[in-house]
């Protein structure tokens, strides 16, 4: 089931204030309220930290992965609350939209759809929508949804969740170290055929028919759409033995020495020095047979992964410390919360659900 942010719910009536200064744009997947999702083992982690610290310049295409999802419980804080002069409770099932501040425990705003307090907490955002979610639809934090359930509309609550009613607590076996040196041979046979997911292809080449090119940006190579299915498409690159083309994830510009069905053999030929990597910088040293790659990403620099964002949070003479969990994992959090309207069940719109 898709979980619900705050951009995706009806508009707030709350009036809008000067839009403030901009500060990095934030992670959707991270916005507090929306009920997290687990991250995969050490061993596929460590993997997949490797495959982003080369990504800018080692040959790949995408990286993609499913996530599950599950909580555990714990106790919740007891709440503060104000009376209600509605008679509306809410119950599960129902339909809520709700303003809320999230605070960390020194008091600082971590996310709210307050605009007046957003402004002056650093966060930008284009709306401040209400939230809107259905109360015991595992769609927000269970301790949001705790908190929600049995309110009243027009009522203010004050609520503390711990890290196990929220984003759950910080797991060891996420934090994971990659060596800061990747060594990668000059010559190498890649495939030409490349699978993707058809909610992947989609939303970068959008609608498209068997035999027509789709490019890739920051690569030289055109794809021709092999074949489409419900579920994935399959497009193969046309290159030339004897021509030079800029691969997807590399820098450089790379030969054509052979090809044989649907793979080929190709050299690669970066010229030394440093290179951005989109998470820093990396030196890059060639001999006859290998590239040397020394990454220099930056502490504190979020990095996309298949499992989720992820956190550099030491760069050493060696390694690079990289760590999967939540940004929020293991954090306690309160949550000033109003209840602004509740739509009960018996009159919410139902559609079929989706079945995989």
């Known amino acids: 089931m898709e979980k619900k942010t705050p951009s995706e719910n009806s508009e707030n009536k709350e009036p809008t204030t000067d839009k403030p200064q901009e500060k990095p744009a934030e992670r959707e997947e991270w916005k507090t309220v929306v009920r997290p999702t687990e991250k995969k083992g050490r061993k596929t982690v460590y993997i997949a930290a490797v495959v982003i610290i080369i990504a800018a310049f080692a040959a790949g295409f995408l990286i993609f992965g499913a996530p599950l999802t599950g909580m555990v419980t714990a106790p919740t804080e007891p709440a503060e609350t104000t009376p209600s002069e509605s008679g509306e409770i809410a119950e599960s ?13 020194s008091g600082d705003v971590f996310d709210t759809n307050v605009a007046s307090v957003a402004k002056e907490a650093g966060i930008v955002r284009d709306s401040h929508p209400l939230l809107e979610f259905t109360v015991e639809g595992a769609q927000v934090i269970e301790g949001f949804d705790e908190a929600v359930l049995g309110m009243k509309e027009g009522e203010k609550k004050t609520v503390t969740i ?6 759950g607590p910080s797991d060891p076996e996420l934090i994971t170290e990659i060596p800061r040196e990747q060594r990668m041979n000059r010559t190498e ?3 030409l055929k490349t699978e993707m997911p058809s909610d992947q292809f989609l939303p970068i080449f959008g609608m498209k028919s068997v035999g027509e090119v789709v490019s890739i940006p920051n690569s030289t190579v055109e794809y021709r759409v092999n074949s489409i299915t419900d579920t994935s498409v399959i497009i193969v690159a046309e290159v030339e033995k004897g021509k030079s083309y800029q691969f997807p994830g590399t820098q450089w510009s790379s030969l054509v020495l052979e090809i044989a069905g649907d793979q080929a ?3 690669h030929n970066p ?3 440093k290179i951005d990597t989109g998470v820093g910088t990396a030196d890059i040293k060639v001999t006859d047979t290998e590239i040397i790659i020394t990454s220099n990403p930056s502490v504190g620099v979020y990095v996309p992964t298949a499992y989720g964002y992820a956190i550099i949070t030491e760069v050493g003479s060696e390694f690079i410390t990289i760590d999967f969990n939540h940004e929020l994992a293991g ?3 309160t949550f000033d919360i109003e209840l602004i309207e509740i739509i009960k069940a018996s009159t919410v719109e139902t559609t079929p659900t989706e079945t995989a």
């Not at 711990?162 to 984003?167: I, L, N, S, T, V």
């Open 162 to 167: 711990p890290p196990e009613k929220a984003y």
């Open 265 to 267: 053999a190709i050299r």
């Open 271 to 273: 010229v030394e020095g």
């Open 93 to 105: 099932g129902d339909l809520v939209k709700v303003r809320y501040v999230g605070k960390l425990e």
């Open 331 to 333: 954090k306690t959090l």
């Open 189 to 191: 046979v890649i495939s």
